[in-house]
């Protein structure tokens, strides 16, 4: 049988696909990487530039950079463990485009994040306005260093 458990990250860099790989394979579940139609760049994610691309994006609520693949099947899932870097203190815009592209109606929806700098913050709970409907949400976690007995632990908190 099919996981009826997710986890969807999307990773500029590499670190939070290595942790939601970590929580895949621990907790047994489907992994998927939120890929960008167009990929971010060097340039792109100069923080320090106010024009860089994800500067831009960043400053602008509405901005919804467009997602590249074939939509996921969420009606297979039952939970779903969202993974982002932190950026300007919140998720980047691409996790919102994410979140409203989906009813998530009856679902358990888990946030986690990476960070070289700040916690989670209210990274979480402002992801909460992208998402309608009847759903459970769970605490977010900071986790930068995937620990397969920390992420047990995490699990058995969470599930």
């Known amino acids: 049988m099919a996981s009826r458990t997710l986890v969807a990250v999307f990773s500029a860099s590499g670190v939070t696909r290595t942790v939601g790989e970590a929580i895949a394979r621990v907790a047994g579940a489907d992994f998927h990487e939120i890929v960008p139609k167009e990929e971010y760049t060097a340039a792109d994610l100069d923080w320090m530039n106010r024009k860089s691309r994800s500067s831009v994006e960043m400053n602008n609520p509405a901005a919804r950079p467009e997602i590249a693949g074939d939509p996921l099947d969420m009606a297979a899932y ?59 949400w769970a605490k977010g976690r900071q986790i930068n260093r995937p620990n397969e007995a920390e992420i047990r632990r995490w699990l058995d908190e969470v599930l």
């Open 78 to 136: 039952d939970t779903i463990f969202v993974g982002f870097p932190i950026w300007w203190g919140v998720a980047p815009r691409i996790i919102e485009t994410f979140l409203e592209s989906y009813d998530f109606s009856g679902k358990k929806i888990i946030p986690f994040c990476t960070s070289g700098g700040s916690g989670v913050g209210h990274s979480d709970t402002a992801l909460h306005k992208n998402v309608s409907g009847d759903v459970s």
